[in-house]
């Protein structure tokens, strides 16, 4: 089965706060990508990062990081010090080298209190 | 400007009715997608075009037909509306195929009465 898991339904934080969002995924492949997108009130949905099964590296972007583990089937998005414009819904996908298909997690609403 | 723009941006409509949604990219990608997002933000892909032609048809009623003039543009026409059909529909592009970055347009909220 192909399938990925985003337990958390919602979460709400202060501002300023970290917070961990977790995805779990299952696949039988070997070769596979994994993919987040924010989708913020307008409603929109926003690529924020794209990594493939053959790099564990963890990765930085300001204050968006992600860390990916094979071991555990996850790769989870943190954001540090987070502010009211992280509100929004978080999606994580899983998608393989020879489909165009994104399988979605079912999201995680991110609420960032003033 | 606009990468990927979805026209209406809403469209609200009777059952049995027929409607249309357009889409088009203008980042000279060569593959597009329809997804539907339901009332409880779930996304799943309906169909991808690479080139004109059709790639991913995931077990949707055949009320839904997209057609794909160019590989600028694919809409997406919905045949004898149902209430079950209320949902936000995105359409995205991608520069070729095989899990590569896609750009999402704005959505088209569909509200069947």
């Known amino acids: 089965a192909q399938k990925v898991t985003q337990a958390q339904t919602e979460i709400s934080v202060v501002e300023k706060e970290d917070v961990t969002l977790d995805c779990v995924y299952e696949?039988?492949?070997?070769?596979?990508?994994l993919f987040w997108y924010k989708q913020p009130p307008s409603g929109e949905l926003v690529f924020l990062i794209r990594?493939?099964?053959?790099?564990?590296q963890n990765e930085i972007s300001g204050r968006y990081s992600w860390n990916f583990q094979k071991s555990t089937s996850s790769f989870n998005f943190t954001i540090t010090a987070s502010q009211v414009v992280d509100s929004a819904v978080y999606f994580c996908?899983?998608?393989?080298?020879?489909?165009?298909?994104?399988?979605f997690g079912t999201g995680t609403r991110l609420q960032v209190f003033p | 400007d606009t990468a990927v723009s979805q026209t209406p941006k809403y469209l609200v409509t009777q059952m049995g009715n027929d409607k249309s949604i357009k889409c088009e990219q203008n980042l000279g990608h060569d593959t597009m997608y329809w997804y539907k997002q339901d009332s409880k933000k779930f996304l799943k892909i309906m169909f991808s075009y690479n080139n004109k032609e059709l790639i991913i048809n995931e077990t949707v009623p055949n009320r839904f037909s997209p057609k794909s003039p160019d590989k600028a543009h694919l809409n997406l026409h919905i045949n004898s509306l149902e209430l079950g059909d209320s949902a936000v529909y995105f359409c995205?592009?991608?520069?070729?195929?095989?899990?590569?970055?896609?750009?999402f347009g704005p959505g088209t909220r569909l509200t069947v009465t």
């Open positions: 990594r493939n099964s053959f790099d564990e």
């Open positions: 995205a592009s991608s520069l070729g195929q095989g899990a590569s970055k896609q750009y």
């Open positions: 696949t039988r492949d070997t070769t596979y990508y």
């Open positions: 996908a899983l998608s393989f080298y020879n489909t165009d298909k994104l399988i």
